[in-house]
């Protein structure tokens, strides 16, 4: 199984600053034939379901504001959103859609600081 | 919009067999890959499984010997069953559609239900 971690396990972040999570694979999610990262994050707010966010490791999904950025490649990845906002506070979780049995990661909680 | 509902028991006793259905409306089945994911009461997600349009699945090693996942296209719906539960099977179960990118990217989620293994 392809393993995913994340860090920081949490974060507090002033609105308007720049909150930044970093997402590792225990393999890489390259997939060399396309040259596409099979690396997708997803924001999650209390009592509602996970949210795609970007897919392909920096592709926003449609409606998703361009204060979130995601970049990376191989093993490394970074979910960046650029100017905090009150509605951004959530769970952020990374998944890995590389391998036949799809992971995520522990996810990482961003709080208002 | 397509728009997914869980529906089954909330409860249900250790060692018997849990039975989900999501209800899929504003869209058909056909043609995609519909999944079941399950979050833990600690947040971790686990995938489970998914089912294609046509009947085809594929499972969570880790589950395989206990899931079944089929799909009604008669009635727009996908179910679930988990044999044999006990209480590190209480968790949100969530049906899920994939996106047309990729068979495992999960793009439309339901709301969830949560199930909880106890006697």
């Known amino acids: 199984d392809i393993v995913m971690t994340q860090s920081p396990d949490s974060l507090a972040v002033s609105l308007g600053e720049r909150a930044t999570i970093d997402c590792k694979s225990s393999?890489?999610?390259?997939?060399?034939?396309?040259?596409?990262?099979?690396l997708a994050w997803y924001q999650q707010k209390p009592r509602q379901p996970p949210k795609l966010l970007i897919y392909?490791?920096?592709t926003r999904e449609s409606g998703v504001p361009d204060r979130f950025s995601g970049s990376g490649s191989g093993t490394d990845f970074t979910l960046t959103i650029s100017s905090l906002q009150a509605e951004d506070v959530a769970v952020y979780y990374c998944?890995?859609?590389?391998?036949?049995?799809?992971?995520f990661g522990p996810g990482t909680k961003v709080d208002i600081k | 919009q397509v728009q997914l509902q869980e529906s089954g028991p909330g409860l249900v006793k250790p060692s018997e067999t849990l039975s989900l259905t999501c209800t899929v409306s504003?869209?058909?089945?056909?043609?995609?890959?519909w999944n079941w994911i399950r979050q833990f009461p600690g947040k971790g997600l686990e995938w489970i499984g998914h089912?294609?349009?046509?009947?085809?699945?594929s499972y969570n090693p880790s589950l395989k010997s206990r899931v079944t996942i089929s799909v009604d296209t008669s009635k727009n719906q996908i179910s679930l069953r988990l044999s044999s539960v006990t209480a590190a099977d209480t968790a949100v179960y969530y049906c899920?559609?994939?996106?047309?990118?990729?068979?495992?990217?999960?793009?439309?989620w339901g709301q969830g239900t949560l199930v909880t293994v106890s006697s």
């Open positions: 899920a559609r994939a996106s047309n990118w990729n068979d495992l990217l999960l793009e439309y």
């Open positions: 504003g869209g058909s089945i056909s043609s995609y890959y």
């Open positions: 089912v294609y349009y046509s009947g085809s699945t």
């Open positions: 393999q890489s999610v390259l997939y060399s034939s396309n040259n596409k990262n099979y």
């Open positions: 392909w490791a920096s």
């Open positions: 998944q890995q859609y590389y391998s036949t049995l799809p992971t």
